[in-house]
């Protein structure tokens, strides 16, 4: 281990480069949000047909998953802070071209191309903080700092979208990363020190081009089995090709001595139960959260901006316990901080199960506020992944992180929005979505009102469940005596 000698003294500017990293994910998960409230705004101006918006929604997670692997080994390469710096430039450039937009294909090639800076940013600001951080205590806080922006990310951008749309136009809504784009890329200039795996090997580019068309088709299977169901050709056609493509990916990675991910990573017990934990958190949220906030709009009548404020009790609850989620495991233990903070969120999400009739917000607030103290859990996830890879390898410990999110949040809409539609389905038949039977009117719209959230509360009871079983399976991977102040 004599290359990271160079790495063990603090660097001096540590906790300004974590502010430049944490605001660049906090706008970067905003974005994600934001084209939730800007959408309906986009479809009366632009007129896209049911499939180009679909792609709208869609192209910009198919990018981000795509280019994971194969951006983050690049800045293990290339260099890590030459790789953020992409990412803010191409960002900001995207954002910049929305002015042009005047057709729903611009759109989609300005999700697209969002898509690839959010590639490179997300992973490289996990990897750039394992780089700034030698200390292992250190690195901890500044992971739960990530963890907490993460969640107030996803929180208010509904609520800055809201405000965006209902007070300019749509453009707005992108139009908000540019000067933030170009603060960043000045102080990360100055705060951020390059780093980069001193032994990266050769390039493989079979094993490149295998994860990028291997996880494409997996997400695109994902999200389209939710909406056409698992016999849909496509379906089945993308499924076989991620298979083929990811189960070669795996082959070729593990017999490479410098692979392009290093998967050897999950030998450690430890690992794995961090990136499960992110996936499972990822998945109850991403499907939890899309229910949500339909329910507080076609059920309760909330308006998006209404509805962003009513989700805040997610964000607060994260806000206060991402950060003290550390201090908690040294107290307590990882393994129980981990296990804990997920179990929390599965109360949380049963709450919407077992509340009195008709549901309420009282409820569901305190429910959100259990789901994301629960999401404290993520920062020791990420603080576990990345201190159990080497420095050289926090490319790809972050590729791995990142993957579990996107993967996880794909997995949530399709499962637990199909348990949704299911459930609706059988108390309203004959009506395809709450929309339709809205548009009905009369009892017909009270009956799909109440069937709705009906979905919601059986759906907040599966994801519950699903919480609680990766809860124990994170409590048996995780070694009791694992310690965060220590660490490579």
């Given at each position: 281990?004599?290359?990271a000698?160079?790495?063990?003294?603090?660097?001096?500017r540590?906790?300004?480069?974590?502010?430049?990293?944490?605001a660049?994910?906090?706008?970067?998960?905003?974005?994600?949000?934001?084209?939730?409230?800007?959408?309906?705004?986009?479809?009366?101006d632009?007129?896209?047909?049911?499939?180009?918006?679909?792609?709208?929604?869609?192209?910009?997670?198919?990018?981000?998953?795509?280019?994971?692997?194969?951006?983050?080994?690049?800045?293990?390469?290339?260099?890590?802070?030459?790789?953020?710096?992409?990412?803010?430039?191409?960002?900001?450039?995207?954002?910049?071209?929305?002015l042009?937009?005047d057709?729903?294909?611009?759109?989609i090639?300005?999700?697209?191309?969002?898509?690839?800076g959010?590639?490179?940013?997300?992973p490289s600001?996990?990897?750039?903080?394992r780089?700034?951080?030698?200390?292992?205590?250190?690195?901890?806080?500044?992971?739960?700092?990530?963890?907490?922006?993460?969640?107030?990310?996803?929180?208010?951008?509904?609520?800055?979208g809201?405000?965006l749309v209902e007070?300019?136009?749509?453009?707005?809504?992108?139009l908000?990363n540019?000067?933030?784009?170009?603060?960043?890329?000045?102080?990360?200039?100055?705060?951020?020190?390059?780093?980069?795996?001193?032994?990266?090997?050769?390039?493989?580019?079979?094993?490149t081009?295998?994860?990028?068309?291997g996880?494409?088709?997996?997400?695109?299977?994902?999200?389209?089995?939710?909406?056409?169901?698992?016999?849909?050709?496509?379906?089945?056609?993308?499924a076989?090709?991620?298979a083929?493509?990811?189960?070669?990916?795996?082959?070729?990675?593990?017999?490479?001595?410098?692979?392009?991910?290093?998967?050897?990573?999950?030998k450690s017990?430890?690992?794995?139960?961090?990136?499960?934990?992110?996936?499972t958190?990822?998945?109850?949220?991403?499907?939890?959260?899309?229910?949500?906030?339909?329910?507080?709009?076609?059920?309760?009548?909330?308006?998006?901006?209404?509805?962003?404020?009513?989700?805040?009790p997610?964000?607060?609850?994260?806000?206060?316990?991402?950060?003290?989620?550390?201090?908690?495991?040294?107290?307590?233990?990882?393994?129980?901080?981990?296990?804990g903070?997920?179990?929390?969120?599965?109360?949380?999400?049963?709450?919407?199960?077992?509340?009195?009739?008709?549901?309420g917000?009282?409820?569901?607030?305190?429910?959100?506020l259990?789901?994301?103290?629960?999401?404290?859990?993520?920062?020791?996830?990420?603080?576990?992944?990345?201190s159990?890879?080497p420095?050289?390898?926090a490319?790809?410990?972050?590729?791995?992180e990142?993957?579990?999110?996107?993967?996880?949040g794909?997995?949530?809409?399709?499962?637990l929005?199909?348990?949704?539609?299911?459930?609706?389905?059988a108390?309203?038949?004959?009506?395809?979505?709450?929309?339709?039977a809205?548009?009905?009117g009369?009892?017909?719209?009270?009956?799909?009102?109440?069937?709705?959230?009906?979905s919601?509360?059986?759906?907040?009871?599966?994801?519950?469940?699903?919480?609680?079983?990766?809860?124990?399976?994170?409590?048996?991977?995780?070694?009791?005596?694992?310690?965060?102040s220590?660490?490579?």
């Amino acid at each position: 281990m004599t290359l990271a000698k160079p790495e063990l003294k603090p660097h001096p500017r540590r906790w300004g480069g974590l502010a430049v990293l944490s605001a660049s994910l906090l706008l970067v998960v905003m974005d994600i949000t934001i084209l939730n409230v800007a959408l309906p705004a986009i479809s009366e101006d632009l007129r896209p047909d049911p499939v180009s918006q679909l792609w709208m929604v869609d192209v910009y997670a198919l990018v981000v998953a795509g280019l994971l692997v194969t951006v983050s080994s690049l800045g293990d390469r290339w260099g890590r802070k030459k790789m953020l710096m992409t990412g803010f430039a191409v960002f900001g450039l995207a954002s910049v071209l929305v002015l042009w937009a005047d057709s729903p294909g611009d759109v989609i090639a300005i999700r697209a191309l969002l898509g690839v800076g959010g590639a490179m940013i997300m992973p490289s600001t996990l990897s750039m903080i394992r780089t700034l951080f030698t200390d292992a205590k250190e690195r901890a806080t500044a992971l739960g700092v990530w963890a907490a922006m993460a969640a107030v990310g996803g929180a208010l951008g509904p609520i800055l979208g809201g405000l965006l749309v209902e007070n300019f136009s749509w453009h707005a809504a992108f139009l908000v990363n540019v000067p933030v784009m170009a603060v960043a890329i000045v102080a990360a200039i100055f705060l951020l020190p390059d780093s980069r795996n001193p032994e990266p090997g050769r390039w493989d580019p079979l094993a490149t081009v295998l994860s990028i068309v291997g996880m494409v088709a997996l997400v695109y299977a994902i999200k389209h089995a939710a909406k056409d169901g698992l016999l849909e050709p496509t379906v089945l056609l993308s499924a076989a090709v991620a298979a083929v493509t990811l189960i070669w990916f795996v082959r070729r990675c593990l017999s490479r001595p410098d692979p392009l991910l290093e998967l050897r990573l999950f030998k450690s017990t430890s690992f794995t139960a961090g990136t499960v934990t992110a996936l499972t958190t990822e998945l109850a949220m991403a499907g939890m959260m899309l229910l949500m906030a339909q329910w507080m709009q076609l059920v309760m009548g909330y308006s998006p901006l209404e509805t962003g404020i009513r989700l805040l009790p997610t964000a607060v609850g994260a806000f206060v316990m991402s950060p003290l989620a550390p201090s908690l495991a040294r107290k307590i233990g990882a393994r129980t901080v981990l296990a804990g903070g997920l179990a929390v969120s599965a109360i949380g999400m049963i709450i919407l199960f077992v509340a009195p009739s008709p549901l309420g917000y009282l409820p569901v607030a305190f429910s959100l506020l259990l789901v994301g103290a629960g999401m404290g859990a993520l920062a020791i996830a990420s603080a576990v992944i990345m201190s159990g890879a080497p420095a050289e390898k926090a490319g790809s410990a972050a590729a791995l992180e990142e993957t579990s999110y996107e993967l996880g949040g794909a997995l949530g809409v399709a499962i637990l929005g199909s348990v949704a539609a299911a459930v609706y389905r059988a108390d309203m038949p004959g009506s395809d979505s709450i929309t339709q039977a809205l548009d009905i009117g009369g009892q017909v719209a009270e009956r799909a009102k109440v069937a709705f959230t009906d979905s919601l509360a059986v759906t907040g009871l599966a994801g519950g469940v699903l919480m609680l079983l990766a809860a124990l399976t994170v409590w048996w991977l995780t070694p009791r005596s694992l310690d965060l102040s220590e660490g490579h």
